[in-house]
Each structure stands twice: as structure tokens, then as C-alpha cells.
């Protein structure tokens, strides 16, 4: 069986070998998702996706939507396209507040789902 905590090592280790090329050291822009940009594993979890992937620094994957997520809202300088998914569903009442990333920051979500204000959605826990 696949010990997913050696693999997540090996994974961050993989991706601090990296970080010269990782996309927010060349881009001066801090998007609120961007797509990783290493190594992840090979497994396919319950929303299609891979379980955990390398993401640039200030970024950790979300494996509901295969994409890295922006781990400080404030230090968002650009918003990124609509996510849509299996594992992501739109959420109900919502605070009147727009983050940087374009979304309130609370919402209430489904059972099973928790609402990233980064991403504006209900995503799927797994």
C-alpha cells in the first residue's frame, strides 16, 4: 500500500529542488490557482484527480480540483477562471465581502463540502 505521508516528503522535496523554475518565482503576478507544476502521484481519487501534487511555494494543492491554491488570499494580485467539477458544487448564503480573489470569504456549503474562499466554491472532502 502506498504510504501517502513518504510520498508527500518526497514530493516536497522534489518540489524545494524546484523552486528556481516554479511559476511564482518568475511571475510577479500571485494568481489564486494555478496548475502544479511537478510531480504528483499517479493514484486517481474519487473527483478523477491526483491525490497530492508539488506546488511553487505559497501554494498547496487541492486534490477536489487538481489545481494549487493560493495559501495567503491577501497576497492575491490576480483571479483565476471559474472551477468547475464533480467535487465542486456552488455554495449557498455567502458573507457580502469580496475577497482579492473575487469571492466572499464565508459560505455555507452541502454536507460533505467546504467552502475555499480562494476558489469561490464547495469543494468535495476527501
Not at 529542488?17 to 516554479?22: A, P, T, V, Y
Not at 467539477?85 to 452541502?110: F, K, L, Q, Y
Amino acid at each position: 500500500m502506498l504510504n501517502l505521508n513518504k510520498v508527500l516528503t518526497i514530493l516536497t522535496l522534489a518540489g524545494a529542488l524546484n523552486i528556481g523554475l516554479s511559476q511564482t518565482a518568475v511571475a510577479e503576478e500571485m494568481a489564486c490557482l494555478i496548475a502544479p507544476d511537478g510531480i504528483c502521484t499517479m493514484d486517481i481519487n474519487a473527483c478523477g484527480n491526483a491525490s497530492i501534487c508539488t506546488c511553487p511555494k505559497g501554494y498547496s494543492y487541492n486534490a477536489a480540483i487538481a489545481q494549487c491554491v493560493i495559501d495567503d488570499i491577501a497576497s492575491a494580485t490576480k483571479t483565476s477562471e471559474a472551477v468547475e467539477g464533480s467535487c465542486v458544487t456552488a455554495p449557498g448564503a455567502c458573507t457580502r465581502d469580496i475577497n482579492p480573489c473575487g469571492h466572499p470569504s464565508s459560505c455555507t456549503c452541502s454536507k460533505g463540502f467546504a467552502y475555499n474562499p480562494a476558489v469561490g466554491k464547495c469543494l468535495k472532502d476527501l
